[in-house]
């Protein structure tokens, strides 16, 4: 082996070695169970309704739905895509995506295949369509409401009729989910799909 | 400017095509250059007195590795944009065996082949032909492999990812891994000669 070779080869291990000390960072795998844990790739309906308002740039919402159940009802300014075209589709790269699809099993799948494909700025609706025609689309307003409560449907109120729905107030406790208003564990009650079926027996 | 160029948008579809055969053939260059083109010399690794296409890869595989971590390390290179092959177990692992048998019984990989054609070696021709065919063979019978051809699916694999452990670990232990290859292998061929 000669000097060159012998140059070369500890030249490749100093920076071997220096890219172990220069590199702390957890596996890429790791990175996004820590951010599903810290629940940084979620967007409450709430939020999302404020960023449409805003018309921010580069917002780019996408429904995971059937294409059926996309025609009959989307957020606004959504456009329908498929968890494949996840796998291949290029997206801009420079604004914001959020995801949602029924109840948010598909929109994390999708979530999480975006996060490996290298998007950052991604997030999805935790209870999917749910969420929206709950909170933004038909907000509800137990008759025994407190005050703090009342004030966060009257701004849901807002959203709610800027979207075109239908704000429902003065309706019995049992059928406002707990943890509703206070942001706290909202798995979607069994009145809240009710109510989410009715809309679409309407048609909206 | 943040690489890689197509994927960031910088060259497009365009760019790219334009860009694969000038990296073509400055890698048929180097081959032939580093004596890749003869059949003797590739055979020689599998009888162990030739050691050059391990050192070759090995040193290529070792300078691709630094180069894109170190690059990605001071933001010229985007790594989470870099496209990484799915991984199919036994799909992969048929083809590898194939690969090797017709490495063995022809002297000549595919790039190696190219270049060997390039040249005017006959061997070479030959094999560029049965690589031709086989091509073929696989895409005609496609429609009978293709259950096969989709099984054992683990999706991307990275050893970061399998071993839960940083990116640049991964980098320090090839790289001390390379070096110690490249001195065993220079002692086996100083043996053998």
Known sequence: MNRIHCVLGLTAAALGLGAAAADFRPAANMIVVAQTESEHDHITAIELAERIIARETGLQILDLRSLAEFEQFHIPSASHATLDEMAHRP???????????????HSAQAWKLMRLRGYRNISFLREGIYEWISRVHEPRLAADATAAERDDFKRATEFSRFFGGVPLSDVPRSEVPLGYWTGSANKTSVPVKQAVEKIRRRGC | MTAPLS??????????????????????WFLERGGLG???????????????????????????????????????LDLELVYIPETFVLPQAVGGALFGAG???????????CVAAAAGRLDGIAVVCGM??????????????????????????????????SRGAVVAVIAIAAVAGFTIATRIEDTRS
């Open chain 2, 103 to 113: 490495f063995l019984l022809g002297g000549l990989c595919p790039g190696t082949s």
């Open chain 1, 91 to 105: 997206f801009p790269r420079d604004g914001q995506i959020v995801l949602y699809s029924e109840d948010g099993t």
């Open chain 2, 132 to 165: 031709l065919a086989g091509v073929f063979i696989f895409n005609s019978a496609f429609d009978w492999i293709a259950e096969f051809y989709a099984s054992t699916s683990l999706g991307p694999m990275t050893l970061t990812n399998m071993l839960g452990i």
């Open chain 2, 7 to 28: 994927e960031t948008g910088i060259i497009g579809a365009q760019g790219t095509l334009l860009a694969a055969p000038v990296i073509g053939f400055a890698f048929g």
């Open chain 2, 38 to 76: 003869s059949a003797p010399k590739l055979a020689g690794q599998f009888y162990f007195v030739d050691l050059t296409v391990f050192k070759v890869m090995f040193s290529a595989l070792l300078t691709a590795m630094l180069g894109a971590f170190w690059l990605d390390f001071f933001g010229v």
